[in-house]
């Protein structure tokens, strides 16, 4: 008889994180580098893998991103993770990030993307995690996202 593989919600692996975007992280129009939003996504990607995981997780490719509106000085930024599928040792998450106008509460998309991570073991290589399973509405449009993007 196999082993029945574990599972873990993917409320598990959310990630918020907050970046208060200086001077010093944008360009001459004032607008944040690309380079830093990527920092932004690779690292709330690696910790929403290894909170799913609770492994050491390397990035194995960054699928996709798409930046959907500019970041300027000053804005404060939200980006959110979520392990959205697994494989046997690679986790996909969807990276979300917005900006937020602190007085009123409103957020505006500004990027998305599908960052794939692979789980480590103390010796470099890949190692078996526990498969996700969404539960809420947003969560299951998160799973469709990434189904519909490696099946597109
Ligand atoms: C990612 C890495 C661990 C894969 O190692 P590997 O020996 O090729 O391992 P495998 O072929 O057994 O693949 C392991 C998993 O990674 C996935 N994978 C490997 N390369 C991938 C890629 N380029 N994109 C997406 N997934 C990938 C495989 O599909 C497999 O997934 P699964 O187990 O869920 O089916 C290895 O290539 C590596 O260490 N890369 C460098 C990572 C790094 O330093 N990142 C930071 C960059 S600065």
């Known amino acids: ?48 893998a290894m909170r799913h995981s609770g492994e050491i997780v390397v990035t194995a490719s960054v699928d996709s991103v798409d930046f959907h509106e500019a970041v300027k000085s000053g804005d404060l930024v939200n980006v959110e993770a979520w392990v959205a599928t697994t ?3 690679s986790m996909v998450v969807y990276v979300h990030v917005s900006v937020e106008n602190p007085a009123t509460g409103d ?20 190692t078996e995690i526990p498969a996700v399973f969404g539960g809420t509405e947003e969560e299951e449009q998160i799973i469709e996202l990434a189904h519909n993007r490696k099946n597109g």
Do not use: C, W
């Open 87 to 89: 494989g046997r040792t």
């Open 107 to 126: 957020t505006r998309t500004t990027a998305t993307s599908f960052v794939t991570m692979v789980a480590i073991d103390d010796e470099g290589k890949p």
């Open 1 to 48: 008889m196999s082993e029945q593989k574990e599972t873990r919600p993917m409320s598990r692996s959310h990630t918020l994180q907050s970046h208060l975007v200086s001077p010093s992280d944008t360009n001459h129009l004032q607008t944040i580098f690309g380079g830093n939003v990527l920092a932004y996504i690779d690292e709330a990607a690696a910790i929403a």
